[in-house]
């Protein structure tokens, strides 16, 4: 469809050039126009012991939203004796076959995972002032958390891909790490439970 339509647009500068290289088509036919969002911040992410031992990932439970490598660095954390921290997730243990295994999994484990269910805009924005983002997906057309949580000055753990770095080019408060590798996030939270500079000032 890329190739009959006379001009299309996008929302990044890395969904344009997939385009061009997939579709063969001219970068003049493709516009990039960036969502307008207005996000309005009401106060910051406040770094104390508790935020910096809490992490959030506000996400539907699609099988790419990734959920799964949390889980996998949780365990390896557990293996080592390190529980001092929760995980929230914005989902029901039921929302689907996918994430009621992952549940098992977690309560199996005994691991230090939270299902708060789906919540609104405010709370989420407010979960940005007391929490660390973290966010492991590997598909996306934009990433709007990874922008609220840049904007709020959260520290965030993300997907090493290109719609993520597009978003936190210019932030100091990032470690990227490989969505399909659950030792880069592992050993990103460690940083992190271990109070980290370069990512907590």
Not at 38 to 46: E, G, L, M
């Amino acid at each position: 469809s890329i190739k009959k339509a006379d001009h299309v647009i996008v929302q990044t500068e890395w969904m344009k050039k997939a385009c061009i290289e997939k579709a063969k088509v001219d970068d003049n036919k493709i516009e990039v126009q960036p969502p307008k969002i207005n996000i309005p911040v009401k106060k910051y992410f406040y770094s104390n012991e508790n935020a910096l031992k809490t992490f959030f990932y506000p996400a539907h439970g699609t099988y790419y939203k990734n959920h799964r490598i949390i889980i996998d660095a949780c365990e390896k954390l557990k293996s080592i004796g390190i529980d001092d921290y929760k995980i929230i997730f914005t989902l029901s243990e039921n929302d689907n076959d996918y994430i009621s295994e992952l549940h098992q999994r977690i309560l199996k484990n005994q691991l230090p995972v939270e299902f708060i269910g789906k919540i609104g805009r405010e709370e989420v924005f407010d979960y940005y002032t007391k929490s660390v983002l973290i966010f492991p997906s590997y598909i996306e057309t934009f990433g709007l958390p990874l922008l609220e949580a840049k904007l709020h000055k959260t520290p965030i753990l993300a997907s090493d891909t290109p719609f993520a770095h597009e978003i936190l080019n210019d932030y100091d408060k990032v470690i990227f790490f490989n969505p399909f590798n659950s030792d880069e996030l592992y050993e990103a939270m460690v940083r992190i439970l271990t109070s980290d500079k370069k990512v907590t000032k």
